[in-house]
């Protein structure tokens, strides 16, 4: 069974910093593209980034360029998501996603985690 | 950016009804269009993908059509288990995928 588990939300300053990660089971991890995607409270869905199978390409959302950082290890698994310069439109649960590139769809989920950014 | 606009943005419906949420985008994107499903507190789900492929494991009284700007996602009979927000997603422009803002299915 597919499964994607976020941690390392929390409640941070604006300013700070946050390291989310994702745990990955139920599939070959390094066979995948993986995509961070947000959801502020009450609002849509806004894609944040996205890291090749390997990690070579990574890409931004412009909202997040410069301050995120996006990382894997295949060896364990797991994706990465790096915050810093945080803001409080910063503020949303955060999903990994798991990436079907023929569609370019998201097929699998995580549950969230809340990153609330306020002093 | 391809923006996605969805209509209605909240809709009111009965068990048995048959629903029709509309997705439209600001350029063409051909069948690069999926659907999501989200339920209160819980992660999006896949229901449609490349605008009228259904996802395996979701009930047949889903479907999606359309291609260039305009789409639709159509459920045939409502259940109860269906109410949820839905979102189009586009898929031509990648990576910068981009989300419609979403249409809230209520129970009449």
């Known amino acids: 069974e597919v499964q994607l588990v976020e941690s390392g939300g929390g409640l941070v300053q604006p300013g700070g910093s946050l390291r989310l990660s994702c745990a990955a089971s139920g599939f070959t991890f390094s066979s995948y593209e993986m995509n961070w995607v947000r959801q502020a409270p009450g609002k849509g869905l806004e894609w944040v980034s996205y890291i090749s199978s390997s990690g070579s390409t990574i890409y931004y959302a412009d909202s997040v360029k410069g301050r995120f950082t996006i990382s894997r290890d295949n060896a364990k698994n797991s994706l990465y998501l790096q915050m810093n310069s945080l803001r409080a439109e910063d503020t949303a649960v955060y999903y990994c996603?798991?990436?079907?590139?023929?569609?370019?769809?998201?097929?699998?989920w995580g549950q969230g985690t809340l990153v609330t950014v306020s002093s | 950016d391809i923006q996605m606009t969805q209509s209605p943005s909240s809709l009111s419906a009965s068990v048995g009804d048959r629903v029709t949420i509309t997705c439209r985008a600001s350029?063409?994107?051909?069948?690069?269009l999926n659907w999501y499903q989200q339920k209160p507190g819980k992660a999006p789900k896949l229901l449609i993908y490349?605008?009228?492929s259904l996802q395996s494991g979701v009930p047949s009284r889903f479907s999606g059509s359309g291609s260039g700007t305009d789409f639709t996602l159509t459920i045939s009979s409502l259940q109860p288990e269906d109410f949820a927000t839905y979102y189009c997603q586009q898929s031509y422009s990648t990576p910068s995928i981009t989300f419609g803002q979403g249409t809230r299915l209520e129970i009449k």
């Open positions: 996603a798991r990436l079907v590139h023929s569609g370019y769809l998201f097929d699998y």
């Open positions: 350029q063409s994107i051909s069948s690069y």
């Open positions: 490349a605008a009228s």
